[in-house]
């Protein structure tokens, strides 16, 4: 197990590790000695199938982000007569992390988290970070926290055996990081090991995890609550993704899906304002492109997409701010008017 | 409104106003242009009788601490479509404070919080340390949060209409933080103003609030977070006090009573021990005797309290660890053998 480096969220932090099996990983935990209490999914706890492992198993997908599976993590704790000193240990995808790091963060007012993020989004976005949600009144993530896991454990192998639909949505984050990294080398690697990713190459897929989440961590780092505008640079594209989303109600476009048009667009917008360089963004649209998005989809639902973003909770005062790039690394939060958004949506 | 201080905890900040009266908190609230949602119970909801406040009102008591509460408190925000700038304001005893701050703490990852404690105990004890918790499965406050109020408003007059049994159960903790305090002056004030205490004569009462608050702050503002054991000094007499709870059912003993006699009981096994000075500890013993608390109570259940004193969740690794004085404002943690425990319970 090789430790990659910390990262720093305000008081908390946040020790990165790569792991080439799940079992380095079991075996780690069981050396540290402390009650730990595992939470996966009816998919992933294929992985944890070793007798002696405590873990609490829900239902895939989103349906599970509500009170009863914290209920149901808390009352596994109890059993196992878990204190402030266990460790809950995520393992799967962003629904799993999301809900594991919500339970620990509030049993006991806060036991101690790890996470192991098995799809290609969680390990470049859920994962790191300490945002925590569960949904409720069919309101996505209505309530959360902050909670930063204290280990991160990164193992790309797990992700040979992620359906292509689950791959191409964490895709759509990565290409959306390439744009937010300050040089352009994540960019490149999408360009030019484009065969070697789709093929799921462990050392290429390696570099594109750590790369990615190194973006993220870049931004996080120097704001760590969201307070002073720079983390809000991570949005690039979702709140014009959040919108579609409801639109198309939630199943139908995948988050990455989304957040490819998103970006999209908001690269669209941002050169029509002649704030976005215009080769930076041909370029990442062509990235886009080459790796399947439907970037080009038209919005038959105008009235109730723009209902949908006046609903974003990430509004601030009365209008909705847009990140809008202006060229590699560098974006700024804007108001767009009804009518730009009309025209390229 | 007097602004008292800042007390610090953390990355976070509590600011502390002294009140004539609610109406003028009131107006400080709607000053603030900010949405706002009240949470009080059935009893506190007569103090603000005013038509424009937006409030949630709960069933009174400790029944009301579970996630049916918090739900409602999310369910009114979102009505009133309240963002994370908008403020929940808890209104009553140390119930409604731990669920309304819970609630903010987690309603869109955090929105701002304001209190306004209504029984002694809130205001010297609950409001102040950023501790929020509901109960699960039975159990007092097994999920919760550290979230420090942003606004603290103590209003004195308000415990005028306190009945008498939940101005004694505050006076437990009073007392508490007078053996804690780095000087004797919160106890000379308890034991030369009696009369005017008992008869919550408003002036006596406002300096006893805030030398007793002023006691907790300098506590939690050296470890927010209770991890250098310094906090932990605030539990004092609670091991012992929680196991009788426990064994005595919720409801017969009030915490303060409990606290009241834990504390005693902390002070005897010191004094056995020759680790705590016996003219502080029968000083203090005395006050409490002169407000009437029943310390002389013996156990019956020896073997259930010895039981209880195992699942208390502030035991650390395989023994617990009570809080034992030396002298005025200076404890230590120990471990104490069940033999010495039996003797004095």
């Known amino acids: 197990m090789k430790h990659l480096y910390d990262c720093f969220l305000g ?14 990983i079991i075996e780690t935990i069981k050396a540290s000695q ?13 992985f944890l199938a070793v007798p002696e492992i405590n873990k609490v198993v829900l239902e895939s997908g989103e349906i599970s982000k509500k009170w009863d599976s914290v209920e149901q993590i808390c009352a596994a704790a109890v059993r196992l007569r878990m204190g402030r000193d266990g460790v809950v240990i995520g393992f799967g995808g962003g629904v799993v992390c999301d809900i594991a790091g919500f339970a620990a963060s509030m049993y006991m007012r806060g036991c101690s988290l790890a996470l192991v993020p098995t799809t290609l989004l969680a390990m470049v976005d859920a994962s790191l970070g300490g945002k925590t949600a569960i949904d409720i009144f069919g309101i996505k993530n209505l309530v959360g926290s902050f909670y930063p896991a204290r280990h991160l454990y ?3 192998p797990l992700l040979s055996s992620l359906p292509v639909k689950e791959f191409i949505n964490g895709l759509g984050e990565v290409i959306k ?33 750590i790369a990615s989440l190194e973006v993220k961590r870049r931004y996080i780092e120097s704001d760590p609550r969201e307070e002073i505008g720079l983390r809000a640079m991570l949005n690039l594209g979702h709140t014009f993704a959040h919108a579609l989303e409801t639109v198309g109600n939630l199943f139908s476009w995948s988050h990455g899906e989304a957040v490819a048009w998103g970006t999209v667009k908001a690269l669209q917008a941002g050169v029509a304002l002649r704030v976005t360089d215009e080769p930076y963004a041909h370029r990442a649209i062509a990235v886009f492109e080459s790796y399947g998005f439907d970037i080009h989809h038209r919005v038959k639902e105008t009235k109730r997409f723009l209902e949908a973003l006046e609903g974003d909770k990430k509004r601030s005062g009365s209008s909705i701010r847009f990140v ?11 108001h767009l008017d009804q009518s730009l958004i009309i025209s390229i949506i």
């Open 11 to 24: 008081e908390k932090r946040t020790s990165v590790y790569l792991a080439r099996q799940v079992d380095d």
């Open 34 to 46: 402390k009650i730990a209490l595992w939470v996966c999914d009816s998919t992933t706890t294929n």
């Open 154 to 156: 990164l193992c790309p």
């Open 177 to 209: 990081h390439a744009l937010l990294s300050p040089d352009s080398r994540l960019m490149e690697l999408l360009e030019t090991k484009k065969n070697k990713i789709l093929s799921l190459d462990t050392m290429v897929l390696q570099e594109l995890v």
């Open 324 to 334: 809008i790039m202006q060229t590699q690394g560098k974006g700024t939060l804007q």
